[in-house]
């Protein structure tokens, strides 16, 4: 998969029309996540939402370079792309040349000063970071990969449905608008929602995951919220269907 289709499809994927099917209530999926000491709280300015349910306008396709990035996180089930076909040797020579993660972005415990009750996830789309309110002053902390310019929005949502690596299946409008994608792309470590999605309330986006960390910290998205892999699998444990999303 050459390195322009491979970002692009991850831009693309944010416009997936599709139906959320039912989900069963359960304990939740046990959460990898590499150990790591927290870091001393954060003063965070917070700030009000708009008014306005959501912005940003119809979503379009966005061509870029890139290519996979190793993950580094544990798999429920291990796998090997070498057996999956994916180029490994080929992939891995273009990770190479890309960008480290921008260690600002890492998770860590910040003090927090807003109203949200605990549980409420909160995004700061200027800053590009994403709170899950703790109570007692404290929330955790994400960085996040937001909309490109024209493309944020704000607003208030809950979480209608999550996925395990979810499934991709491109919608007419962009099969028509580029004929060369895939009709359905299955989960898994090249699929543009990367290992875990959070559907928000009715609307075509998503917090999902990203195997390219690089892109944490900039305005990369048709509207959908980018985390790293190991990110959104350990916000994915912790939240659950109904969770109230805070976008300002």
Known sequence: ??????????????????????????????????????????????????????????????????????????????YDPRQRGYGYQQERAVEAAQPGFDPRYEKQVVDYNGKEAPGTLVIDTPNKFLYLVQGNGRALRYGVGVGKPGFMWSGVKTISAKREWPDWTPPAEMIKRRPDLPRHMEGGPENPL??????????????????????????????????????VIDLYGRVKVGTRVVVL
Request: charged share 10%.
């Open 1 to 78: 998969m050459s390195a322009k289709i491979r970002l692009a499809l991850v831009a693309a994927a944010c416009l997936t029309g599709m139906s959320y099917p039912a989900f069963a209530q359960s304990a939740g999926p046990q959460v990898y996540y590499a150990s790591q000491p927290e870091s001393a709280p954060q003063q965070v300015a917070y700030r009000q939402p708009a008014n306005n349910n959501m912005g940003g306008g119809f979503i379009q396709f966005l061509f870029g370079g890139g290519e996979q990035a190793a993950p580094v996180y544990q798999q429920q089930e291990p």
């Open 194 to 231: 990367g290992a875990r999605a959070m559907y928000l309330g009715s609307t075509l986006y998503r917090i999902h995951g990203s195997n390219e960390p690089w892109t944490i910290g900039t305005n990369v998205s048709s509207g959908c919220i980018r985390m790293r892999n190991e990110d």
